[in-house]
Each structure stands twice: as structure tokens, then as C-alpha cells.
């Protein structure tokens, strides 16, 4: 089963960068999009960014556009979110995901793998 392994997360002032990596195992990875959720504190888990499978096609929530970037390398099986200008509504629980399919989707049960979550906190 694939399994997938994060890093990055932490406190960081609002204005700041951090970038969030997560590294999965398992032979399907360059098959499949992959996807960054966030989840605060009570709030539902929403949808940040995707990737398709070749790392061609890249989707963005419209509050992150801009600010965000999600890539991916096939070849190591990692995929990043680099978070740049990050505000204090960015603050949540961070999640890397693994797709059902080869393009990304919004949805949370179009991924199969999640990760263990990563925190990001911003202060002003």
C-alpha cells in the first residue's frame, strides 16, 4: 500500500514562505494526481491544490492562487506545496493526498492515501 510521508510544516510570520514536502511509496505514484488539503481548527478539510500525474496540470483554490505552487518530481516520488505570502487565514492542519485517478479533483473522496498532516501556524 502506498504510504505517504510529510515534512516542512511550522511557525512562520505572516508574510513568510514555507514549503511542505511529502514523500510516498509505492509503484502508482507517477500514475495518479496528487493534492494538498488544510483543515482548521473547526472547519471542514478543504481543497488547496492538485497535480495530475505527468506534474503538466496544476488546479488551485482561489483563495491560495498566487501564493501557492504545487510540483511534484515522479523520478524521487515526492510532491511539494510552496507556500509564499502566507496570511493567518493559511493556518490549519496541512494534508498530502494520493489520487484515484490521473487528474486531480476538489473533492476529498477522490484520493485513496492520506497523509499524517503537517501544521502550519502564521502570527502577525
Known amino acids: 500500500q502506498v504510504q505517504l510521508v510529510e515534512s516542512g510544516g511550522g511557525l512562520v510570520q505572516a508574510g513568510g514562505s514555507l514549503r511542505l514536502s511529502c514523500a510516498a511509496s509505492g509503484r502508482t505514484f507517477s500514475s495518479v494526481a496528487m493534492g494538498w488539503f488544510r483543515q482548521a481548527p473547526g472547519k471542514q478539510r478543504e481543497f488547496v491544490a492538485s497535480i495530475d500525474w505527468r506534474g503538466r496540470t496544476t488546479n488551485y483554490a482561489d483563495s491560495v492562487k498566487g501564493r501557492f505552487t504545487i510540483s511534484r518530481d515522479n523520478a524521487k516520488n515526492t510532491v511539494d506545496l510552496q507556500m509564499n505570502s502566507l496570511k493567518p487565514e493559511d493556518a490549519a492542519v496541512y494534508y498530502c493526498?494520493?489520487?484515484?485517478?490521473?487528474?486531480?479533483?476538489?473533492?476529498?473522496?477522490?484520493?485513496?492515501?492520506w497523509g499524517q498532516g503537517t501544521q502550519v501556524t502564521v502570527s502577525s
Open positions: 493526498a494520493q489520487g484515484r485517478y490521473t487528474t486531480g479533483t476538489y473533492a476529498p473522496s477522490g484520493y485513496s492515501k
